[in-house]
């Protein structure tokens, strides 16, 4: 399978807004560890939540944008197989989250907040894009 130019960029955008999304939050775990050490860890695992979290937020967003181009492709007639397959990849990938959440909270070497954070990330820019595009049209 051929990946689309839309499905590439659409990656690309949530790729990198979820990178600099992490990166910030990584910068206020190292402000708020200079302010209340105790409070908030900055360590190995600040930054393996980061990488996980982003990897996985990313990956899920790739994953939905090969099955909308997969189910694109299909015919009027395979509408009802084309609903399924669109459900059979919400299923997993929303698994694959919940997976990676587990691992979160009960993997000592993964920060949970740093872990669990990009995972809302593309939902927002997805808003935020469109917000901001529906203004430009008025």
Same mark, same amino acid.
């Given at each position: 399978m051929v990946v689309q130019d839309a499905v590439k960029k659409e990656t690309t955008f949530i790729a990198v807004g979820t990178a600099v999304v992490s990166l910030l939050v990584i910068v206020v775990f190292f402000i708020l560890h200079q302010l209340v050490p105790g409070y908030a860890p900055f360590d190995y695992t600040v930054f393996l939540g980061a990488i996980g979290?982003? *990897?996985?937020?990313?990956g899920n967003f790739f994953w939905m944008g090969l099955t909308v181009q997969k189910i694109t492709g299909m015919s009027e007639e395979e509408t009802d197989r084309a609903r399924s397959t669109m459900a059979v990849s919400l299923r997993y990938r929303t698994m694959l989250q919940l997976l990676w959440v587990v691992l979160s909270i009960f993997v000592p070497a993964i920060n949970l907040v740093t872990g669990v954070a990009p995972l809302f990330?593309?939902?927002?820019? *997805?808003?935020i894009r469109g917000i901001l595009s529906a203004r430009k049209g008025r």
């Amino acid at each position: 399978m051929v990946v689309q130019d839309a499905v590439k960029k659409e990656t690309t955008f949530i790729a990198v807004g979820t990178a600099v999304v992490s990166l910030l939050v990584i910068v206020v775990f190292f402000i708020l560890h200079q302010l209340v050490p105790g409070y908030a860890p900055f360590d190995y695992t600040v930054f393996l939540g980061a990488i996980g979290g982003t *990897i996985v937020a990313v990956g899920n967003f790739f994953w939905m944008g090969l099955t909308v181009q997969k189910i694109t492709g299909m015919s009027e007639e395979e509408t009802d197989r084309a609903r399924s397959t669109m459900a059979v990849s919400l299923r997993y990938r929303t698994m694959l989250q919940l997976l990676w959440v587990v691992l979160s909270i009960f993997v000592p070497a993964i920060n949970l907040v740093t872990g669990v954070a990009p995972l809302f990330v593309p939902s927002i820019l *997805i808003k935020i894009r469109g917000i901001l595009s529906a203004r430009k049209g008025r």
